[in-house]
Nanobody, 123 residues
Framework: QVQLVESGGGSVQAGGSLRLSCTNSGRAFSNYAMGWFRQAPGKERTFVATISTSGTTTYYADSVKGRFTISRDNTKATVYLQMNSLKPEDTAVYYC????????????????WGQGTQVTVSS
């Protein structure tokens, strides 16, 4: 079973950086591709980034490409989202999610979700 817990959210000024972490307290973390999604107030949850089981393949939403980096450490059962050059429009609750074996951009394909962590970027 996969149990995900996010951390690292907070408030930051525009142009600043944050690093989110998501740790799996269950088993077989390395069998799961991982994704980050976000949901701004009053909006739908959207894809941010995904990483393959080995960490060698990553994909990003166009809105974060070049600013955000997803990575994982399978020895620590943790996936990270390094967020640089943050903008007010990045303000959202960020969720990590696990999908068996293959990466994907569609939240419907993800089986396990964390509780979310708030990121607030002020101008």
């Amino acid at each position: 079973q996969v149990q995900l817990v996010e951390s690292g959210g907070g408030s930051v000024q525009a142009g600043g950086s944050l690093r989110l972490s998501c740790t799996n307290s269950g088993r077989a973390f390395s069998n799961y591709a991982m994704g980050w999604f976000r949901q701004a107030p009053g909006k739908e949850r959207t894809f941010v980034a995904t990483i393959s089981t080995s960490g060698t393949t990553t994909y990003y939403a166009d809105s974060v490409k070049g600013r955000f980096t997803i990575s994982r450490d399978n020895t620590k059962a943790t996936v990270y989202l390094q967020m640089n050059s943050l903008k007010p429009e990045d303000t959202a609750v960020y969720y990590c999610a696990a999908k068996f074996l293959t990466t994907g951009r569609d939240m419907k394909d993800y089986t396990y979700w964390g509780q979310g962590t708030q990121v607030t970027v002020s101008s």
